[in-house]
C-alpha cells in the first residue's frame, strides 16, 4: 500500500518520525476547538482522536520489538492503579491531588500513577518473571492482574471487602492485594508453557507449568472482560434487580463465564480460529470498542432506550467501533512500527502487536485524558 511514502517537513521524514506528525495533529484539533463548550457526543469523538493520536506517537518511538515486551508491560503494570484511581476512588484519592485544578490535577495522578507502576514492575518482573526479561511468562501474568482486577473491582465491586471495611484507603489498597495475588494463584493453576521449550524467550523456572496451553486460559480470560464491559452496557440486566450482594456477586460470576464460554466455544471451537488471532481481534477489539460508548462518551448514547434495548444497540455500536479501530490500528501499524507479520510464521508479530497498542497502551492513555484529566483541555 501507499506507506513507503515520505512526507518531509523541514528536512525531516516523518515516516521515520510519526510521532512529530502526530504532535502536530494534536496541536492543531487543540487550535481549532480551544475555548469551545463541547458536549457529547463530539466531545467523546475528539477524545478518541487525541487519545490514538497520543497512544500511537508513543508507540512510533520504539522499536516494535521493544514496545510489544518492555514498554508494553510498563503500561500494563499501571493500569490496576488506574482502575482502583478511576473506578474505585473515583479520583478522589489522594485528597490533595483531588482538590488541584486541572492540567495540575491530571499531571499528579498521572505521575502517582507511574510510580506505582514503576515499583510494581520491579515487583513483578523478580518475583513473577525471575528476572529473566519481558518473556512471554510475565507479558501473560502481567494480563492477568488487569483481568482479575476487573473481576474484583468492576464485577465483584470490592465485595467481600466492603462488607468488613467502608475506608476507601482499605478498599483501594485490598482491591491491588486481590489482584496481584489472584493473578498469581491463576497463573500458576492454569498457565503451561511448555510450548515454547526451545525457544529462547523459555525459562522452566519461570513457567509454573499449569493445567492448559497458556494460550487458552489467556484468550478465555480477556473474553470474560469483554463480558463483563457488555454486562455494564446493559445496566447488569437481568440481574440488576438481586438485592443481596453475595447472591448477586454469584449470579454475575456465573453469567459472566457462561458468556465467555459461549463466544470462546464459537470463536476457537466452532469457527476453528488461531487462539492468539482471536484473542487480539475478537475480545481485545471488542474490549476497546466498548469504551468509546462507554468511557469516552460517558453512556451519553441512546438515553431513551429501556433496558435490554440499549444494550443491544450499544452492543453494536461497539462491535461497529471495534472494527473500524481495529482496521484503523492494523492499517497504521507499518506506519508507526514497520513491517507486521500476521499468523504463526511471523511468530504473531501482527498480532501481539495490535493487543499491546490497544489495550496495552492506549487504554492507558484514554484513562488519563478521560478520568485522570476529566477530557482537558477539550472540556473546560
Given at each position: 500500500m501507499g506507506f513507503d511514502k515520505r512526507f518531509n517537513c523541514r528536512g525531516i521524514d516523518i515516516r521515520d518520525k510519526p510521532c512529530i506528525l502526530f504532535a502536530s495533529i494534536i496541536a492543531a484539533v487543540l487550535h481549532i476547538y480551544r475555548g469551545k463548550v463541547m458536549k457529547q457526543p463530539l466531545l467523546g469523538l475528539l477524545a478518541l482522536l487525541l487519545v490514538i493520536i497520543i497512544s500511537?506517537?508513543?508507540?512510533?518511538?520504539?522499536?516494535?520489538?521493544?514496545?510489544?515486551?518492555?514498554?508494553?508491560?510498563?503500561?500494563?503494570?499501571?493500569?490496576?492503579?488506574?482502575?482502583?484511581?478511576?473506578?474505585?476512588?473515583?479520583?478522589?484519592?489522594p485528597a490533595a491531588a483531588s482538590r488541584l485544578a486541572q492540567p495540575a490535577r491530571g499531571i499528579a495522578l498521572t505521575v502517582l500513577t507511574a510510580l506505582i507502576g514503576m515499583v510494581i514492575a520491579v515487583l513483578t518482573y523478580q518475583l513473577?518473571?525471575?528476572?529473566?526479561?519481558?518473556?512471554?511468562?510475565?507479558?501473560?501474568?502481567?494480563?492477568?492482574?488487569?483481568?482479575?482486577t476487573f473481576w474484583f473491582a468492576v464485577l465483584w465491586q470490592c465485595w467481600p471487602v466492603t462488607l468488613l471495611s467502608n475506608n476507601p484507603l482499605v478498599i483501594g489498597a485490598s482491591a491491588l492485594l486481590v489482584a496481584y495475588l489472584g493473578a498469581y494463584g491463576l497463573f500458576t493453576v492454569f498457565f503451561d508453557f511448555s510450548f515454547l521449550q526451545g525457544a529462547p524467550v523459555y525459562f522452566p523456572g519461570a513457567d509454573p507449568g499449569g493445567m492448559f496451553m497458556a494460550w487458552i486460559p489467556m484468550s478465555f480470560a480477556v473474553t470474560t472482560v469483554a463480558m463483563i464491559l457488555t454486562l455494564i452496557l446493559f445496566d447488569f440486566w437481568p440481574i440488576a434487580g438481586i438485592r443481596n450482594q453475595a447472591v448477586?456477586?454469584?449470579?454475575?460470576?456465573?453469567?459472566?463465564?457462561?458468556?465467555?464460554?459461549?463466544?470462546?466455544?464459537?470463536?476457537?471451537?466452532?469457527?476453528?480460529?488461531?487462539?492468539?488471532?482471536?484473542?487480539?481481534?475478537?475480545?481485545?477489539?471488542?474490549?476497546?470498542?466498548?469504551?468509546?460508548?462507554?468511557?469516552?462518551?460517558?453512556?451519553?448514547?441512546?438515553?431513551?432506550?429501556?433496558?435490554p434495548l440499549k444494550g443491544l444497540a450499544l452492543v453494536l455500536f461497539s462491535v461497529v467501533t471495534a472494527v473500524v479501530l481495529q482496521r484503523l490500528y492494523l492499517l497504521l501499524g507499518p506506519v508507526v512500527s514497520g513491517p507486521l507479520v500476521a499468523g504463526p510464521e511471523g511468530h504473531y508479530q501482527e498480532e501481539l502487536w495490535l493487543a499491546s497498542a490497544l489495550l496495552g497502551l492506549t487504554f492507558p492513555v484514554l484513562v488519563v485524558v478521560t478520568d485522570y484529566f476529566d477530557f482537558w483541555p477539550l472540556k473546560r
Open positions: 500511537l506517537g508513543i508507540i512510533s518511538l520504539f522499536e516494535e520489538a521493544t514496545f510489544s515486551t518492555w514498554v508494553a508491560f510498563l503500561f500494563m503494570c499501571c493500569v490496576p492503579a488506574q482502575i482502583v484511581f478511576a473506578l474505585v476512588w473515583h479520583c478522589s484519592i513473577a518473571g525471575k528476572g529473566h526479561g519481558v518473556t512471554p511468562m510475565l507479558i501473560m501474568y502481567s494480563i492477568m492482574t488487569v483481568v482479575v448477586r456477586v454469584l449470579a454475575a460470576t456465573i453469567l459472566v463465564l457462561a458468556l465467555a464460554a459461549l463466544v470462546y466455544y464459537l470463536g476457537v471451537c466452532l469457527a476453528g480460529m488461531d487462539k492468539v488471532r482471536y484473542l487480539s481481534l475478537v475480545p481485545v477489539s471488542y474490549i476497546f470498542g466498548i469504551f468509546l460508548p462507554l468511557t469516552l462518551m460517558q453512556g451519553s448514547l441512546f438515553p431513551n432506550l429501556e433496558q
